[in-house]
């Protein structure tokens, strides 16, 4: 909105401008009657196009608040649809904090091709808020340990340990999920069991409960139940599946054995 302010600021003065000079260099006298009435129609032009765009900014603000709202609730797929319709309102303005919120909605509906596309792209954004950027490695780092990429999220966990104070949830989380990808079951225990990650909700505290369930089995023998419910949400267990099949049926085998 006050961009749009500011550039009908500087179309008013261009026309004054353009009007003053006209009428003090042109030997021939001041404009025409019809002519006068130019710039005040182009300003109206103006107006009504900067007062069109800053309603479809207020809605994209307004449709990723609700988003937000129905995300804290746990209704993702709901938050997703909010967040994918303030993408086309919003464009330059907030698009990087749309990218974000969309890519946390995959990432917890398991689609992590598509949350690391999302999460890349909010990255990218020079605009992006300095409160959401030092989340973004940390995210990036949980995607690509759970697709199996080592290296990657060795890479991403160095970024997140450069900007955070404290230890993140999420990069905790996404610690452990490496260390039981690398078979290390006892560090993966370790740290899924700190203060940490109790402050996770929602399918990233369902993911680290069914981790912990996981490593202790390996490091005790002691079988802890995990409902698949509290991992998947309201995500299929396909896509999760093709990233990581091992934890996926972990998750159904004892599920059915329980039942």
């Known amino acids: 909105m006050r961009g749009s302010l500011r550039v009908i600021a500087l179309w008013v003065v261009l026309i004054v401008l353009f009007i003053a000079f006209y009428n003090f260099f042109n030997p021939s006298g001041p404009m025409p009657g ?137 990069t905790v989380l996404a610690e452990g999920a490496l260390a039981c990808r690398r078979g290390d079951w006892a560090r993966a225990r370790m740290l899924l069991e700190g203060p940490a990650t109790h402050v996770l909700g929602g399918p990233l505290r369902g993911l680290r409960d069914a981790l912990l369930a996981w490593s202790v089995e390996r490091t005790t023998g002691e079988r802890r139940f995990v409902d698949p419910v509290t991992v998947f949400g309201e995500a299929s267990t396909d896509k999760l599946r093709e990233s990581w099949p091992e934890l996926v049926s972990f998750l159904l085998d004892r599920a059915r054995q329980v039942a």
């Open 34 to 170: 019809w002519a006068s009435w130019f710039p005040i129609i182009v300003i109206g032009v103006i107006v009504a196009f900067s007062v069109r765009s800053g309603k479809r900014v207020q809605k994209g603000m307004q449709l990723n608040l609700e988003g937000n709202a129905l995300m804290t609730r746990g209704r993702i797929a709901a938050a997703l649809e909010k967040f994918e319709a303030a993408r086309p309102l919003l464009k330059n303005q907030g698009q990087g904090v749309i990218s974000f919120n969309v890519g946390l909605c995959q990432l917890v509906l398991w689609q992590l091709d598509a949350a690391e596309r999302e999460l890349l792209d909010a990255q990218a954004h020079k605009q992006l808020s300095t409160e959401v950027r030092p989340l973004l490695p940390a995210r990036l780092a949980l995607v690509a340990a759970l697709r199996g990429k080592v290296g990657e999220a060795e890479q991403r966990l160095a970024e997140a340990r450069t900007v955070e104070e404290d230890d993140d949830s999420v």
